[in-house]
């Protein structure tokens, strides 16, 4: 079945570091991948999307470029902030057959220092 | 506009005992799935409903049920409660099933002792 495997954490940086995130995923056809965050004590919060190959997701600085050939969808982020600590999912969806849910990675935990 | 919401947000149960957790979509949403997350893990699929119809199943005993209502809120049920179903139970909203994006409430935190 489908499958995210995630980098495992924790990840601790000092602030304005370079963040990467590695993901890598397992999937039938063309899925879309997605990365979420959750912060202390909240659910889910979509980061960035993509839903095709070389498409590259992007939002708060964060950035993710769907690679097809190697599988990937690494997390990165030029400069982080202390703001920034919170766990990231790693996550795909199949393709659209009616009934597909999101499968999600174990999650890694960033935190950032001041 | 209101997000997705769930109810309680915490809640301590006993072995064995029953519990039921709620959640409203964001309006116009027709899509509820649940998810449960284990601490220290990522989310798993447990059902997916669309107008009122069960869409998937994830790989969960037969003591997990849900259900959705013509307003499209739904709930929740686990019978016969065990210590490994303390988990943060969260509900995701979709305007579609399929490749739509999915709005997450803050969850149910539920400990079970």
């Known amino acids: 079945g489908d499958s995210v495997t995630q980098m495992e954490g924790p990840v601790t940086l000092s602030e304005e570091a370079f963040l990467t995130i590695n993901c890598t995923y397992t999937?039938?056809?063309?899925?879309?991948l997605f990365w979420y965050v959750q912060y202390p004590g909240e659910g889910l919060q979509l980061l960035l999307k993509?839903?095709?190959?070389?498409d590259k997701g992007s939002n708060k600085g964060f950035e993710a470029t769907y690679r097809k050939e190697t599988t990937s969808f690494h997390l990165e982020k030029g400069s982080v902030q202390v703001s920034d600590s919170a766990v990231y999912f790693c996550a795909l969806r199949g393709p659209n057959s009616g009934n597909t849910p999101l499968v999600f990675g174990k999650g890694t935990r960033l935190s950032v220092i001041a | 506009d209101a997000g997705v919401t769930q109810s309680p947000t915490h809640l301590i149960k006993t072995r064995g005992q029953h519990v039921t957790l709620r959640c409203s979509p964001i309006s116009g949403h027709k899509s509820v799935s649940w998810y449960q997350q284990v601490l220290g893990q990522g989310p798993q699929f447990i059902f997916q409903y669309y107008e009122k119809e069960e869409r998937g199943r994830g790989n969960f005993p037969d003591r997990f049920s849900a259900r959705q209502f013509p307003n499209y809120s739904s709930e929740l049920n686990v019978n016969a409660l065990l210590l490994g179903d303390s988990a943060l139970y969260l509900c995701?909203?979709?305007?579609?099933?399929?490749?739509?994006?999915?709005?997450f409430g803050q969850g149910t935190r539920l400990t079970v002792v």
């Open positions: 993509a839903t095709k190959a070389d």
């Open positions: 995701a909203s979709s305007l579609l099933t399929g490749n739509t994006e999915a709005f």
């Open positions: 999937a039938t056809g063309y899925p879309s």
